[in-house]
């Protein structure tokens, strides 16, 4: 398992980011992530993954440094446990990120930051693979026409599937995945009803917005789209303080 570039394998740089203990994640994302950190050292978790290469040979290092990482910011930072989707939901939008916020935050952490850098490439690489695999799927891309004529992308929605967590550490990871969600929906759904948020709706259809507004940002759009918005509508549900599913 030869090294490009001098690349250490003894010293793989990950994103372990997930913020445990009181006021941090719920458990389970730290969980996984550990487990992804095992995975980029051993082929024991997500075979099919350390099985990609047709020679039968181990996945470079570099390789396996990049898949763990890219997985572990997804999870840390945009993971939804009642959807499996990798956004954040808002009244109007739904916030997802695209692959330069990736590579952007990834380069940024702890581990990263002051070394090389997290390529978009590299983060498009372990997407590719990922998908091919089935361990995420990917929605299809919207372009919008703005008034001025030009065209807006929408970023992919990225999702992860039953397969990921299975070959991740087995069936009881997957059922405490699912377990989590659906307490996660009935949080939501109460939250909904606290702050009176289309009152005249029924249940259904008020989470049915919420899980899906009707618009797909990345970060950047986001950004814009908050600070150009009229002052009478909703602000994003992050913004409050009891915005916290995770008990």
């Not at 959807?83 to 695209?98: I, M, Q």
């Not at 995420?136 to 026409?145: E, F, G």
């Not at 970060?219 to 409050?240: G, I, V």
Request: charged letters at 30%; a positive charge.
């Amino acid at each position: 398992m030869g090294n490009r570039c001098g690349h250490d394998r003894t010293k793989l740089r990950l994103c372990d980011i997930v913020k445990r203990g009181k006021g941090g994640a719920p458990p389970i994302l730290g969980i996984v992530s550990g487990y992804l950190n095992d995975a980029a050292k051993s082929r024991k978790r997500l075979k099919s993954w350390h099985q990609l290469n047709a020679s039968g040979r181990g996945r470079r290092s570099e390789a396996r440094e990049a898949m763990a990482t890219v997985l572990q910011f997804l999870i840390s930072e945009w993971f939804q446990l009642e959807t499996r989707r990798c956004a954040r939901p808002g009244f109007e939008y739904l916030e997802v990120p695209d692959v330069r916020h990736i590579a952007l935050k990834i380069s940024l952490s702890k581990d990263w930051k002051g070394t090389r850098r997290m390529t978009v490439g590299r983060v498009q690489a372990v997407i590719h693979d990922l998908v091919e695999l089935g361990y995420i799927t990917r929605s299809k891309q919207i372009r919008k026409q703005q008034p001025t004529g030009e065209w807006i992308a929408a970023p992919k929605i990225t999702t992860f599937t039953k397969k990921f967590f299975l070959e991740l550490d087995g069936r009881r990871l997957w059922n405490t995945i699912k377990k989590y969600g659906e307490r996660k929906i009935r949080n939501i759904e109460k939250y909904l009803d606290d702050v009176n948020f289309r009152p005249f709706w029924p249940t259904a259809r008020r989470l049915a917005h919420y899980l899906n507004p009707g618009h797909v940002y990345s970060p950047r759009q986001a950004y814009h789209f908050k600070q150009e918005k009229p002052p009478d509508l909703p602000m994003d549900l992050s913004t409050f303080p009891e915005f916290n599913f995770q008990n």
